[in-house]
Nanobody
């Protein structure tokens, strides 16, 4: 049974940092690229970051470049999202997702497996 479980969300002041983790099981993690998406109330799910299966390639939404970093540990079947210099507009539910294949993608349609999300709230 495929499982992706996000953790590390919470309430933080603007300018602060959070580190999200996504633990996975039930699929061959090292064969999947991983992505992070977020969804704010009343808005569509939006791409945040992605990392290839070997960690050789990462990609980021323009809105988070230079502030967020994604990494993965194929031995532990986990992927992380380090979020620095957080802004109120980063407030959203954050989801991790798995995409078969090596390359990154910003399209949520290409991701087969999803977690349930973790809430991140940034106060001003």
């Amino acid at each position: 049974q495929v499982q992706l479980v996000e953790s590390g969300g919470g309430l933080v002041q603007a300018g602060g940092s959070l580190r999200l983790s996504c633990g996975t099981s039930g699929f061959s993690f090292s064969n999947y690229a991983m992505g992070w998406f977020r969804q704010a109330p009343g808005k569509e799910r939006a791409f945040v970051a992605a990392i290839s299966k070997s960690s050789s390639t990462t990609s980021y939404a323009d809105s988070v470049k230079g502030r967020f970093t994604t990494s993965r540990d194929n031995a532990a079947n986990t992927v992380d999202l380090q979020m620095n210099s957080l802004k109120p507009e980063d407030t959203a539910v954050y989801f991790c997702a798995a995409r078969w294949g090596s390359g990154t993608s910003a399209s949520h349609y290409e991701y087969a497996y999803w977690g349930r999300g973790t809430q991140v709230t940034v106060s001003s």
